[in-house]
């Protein structure tokens, strides 16, 4: 699975959008791009994942560059819940039992 | 309904000893997961099991640890004559099938000290 790099931390204010971004240069065309995000003291938490296309859910939007080299992930409205540790992770189509490769994430504090 | 649970929360142990720490995943998800959280890091994987089987233990440090799922249902991972470099939160996931299209479902963790 292809390498990740996101900047070790990130601010926003309550209510504005948080936009963490990802590189992942090294992508192939059987990758699927993957965020998950991780509270203090609890087990990491599912957000999104996408292919190509744009993707959107309750929680966030994916934004994925058209030559796939790197994405965003957009909360529209951060919270103070929001506060977490966010991972993005690249995983193949036919991963082979679908292990997750964490690297070290984007911590993001949502502040007052 | 209820999500992946892990007993117990914490374990304080002695250099030495054997520990195990247990995980329940979501009832009818046949895919296992065990990561390893040292502080400051992301998780890690350990061993993954689709049904009763270890389909991928790559991740398994040495020797020293082992994971059973008996049933396809309820797994536990073994570490025998732990070491201070043990310590770190066992994370446990499921999934209701490897693919890579399925989420996975990460339980609390066991935070595990070895003294």
């Known amino acids: 699975d292809a390498k990740t790099t996101q900047p070790p931390s990130m601010d926003c204010a309550e209510g504005r959008a948080a936009n963490l971004p990802c590189n992942h240069s090294t992508i192939s065309g059987n990758e699927y791009v993957y965020w998950y995000r991780q509270i203090h003291s609890q087990g990491p938490q599912y957000i999104i994942h996408?292919?190509?296309n744009n993707e959107t859910n309750e929680m966030a939007s994916l934004i994925i560059t058209e030559d796939r080299k790197s994405s965003t992930l957009i909360l529209p409205h951060a919270t103070l819940r929001d506060t977490a540790v966010y991972y993005c992770?690249?995983?193949?189509?036919?991963?082979?039992?679908?292990?997750?490769?964490f690297g070290q994430g984007t911590e993001l504090s949502v502040k007052p | 309904g209820a999500g992946v649970s892990q007993t117990p929360s914490n374990k304080v142990t002695e250099k030495g000893k054997y520990v195990e720490l247990r995980c329940d995943p979501i009832s009818g998800h046949t895919a296992l997961y065990w990561y390893r959280q040292s502080l400051g890091q992301g998780p890690e994987f350990l061993i993954y099991f689709q049904g009763t089987g270890a389909a991928d233990d790559s991740g398994l440090p040495n020797d020293r640890f082992f994971a059973v799922r008996p049933e396809g249902s309820v797994s536990t991972l073994k570490i025998q004559r732990t070491e201070r470099g043990d310590s770190a939160v066992y994370l446990c996931?499921?999934?209701?099938?490897?693919?890579?299209?399925?989420?996975?479902?990460f339980g609390p963790g066991t935070r595990l000290t070895v003294l």
């Open positions: 992770i690249v995983r193949a189509i036919y991963n082979q039992g679908g292990k997750l490769i």
């Open positions: 996408g292919l190509k």
């Open positions: 996931a499921s999934s209701s099938s490897p693919s890579s299209y399925n989420e996975q479902f």
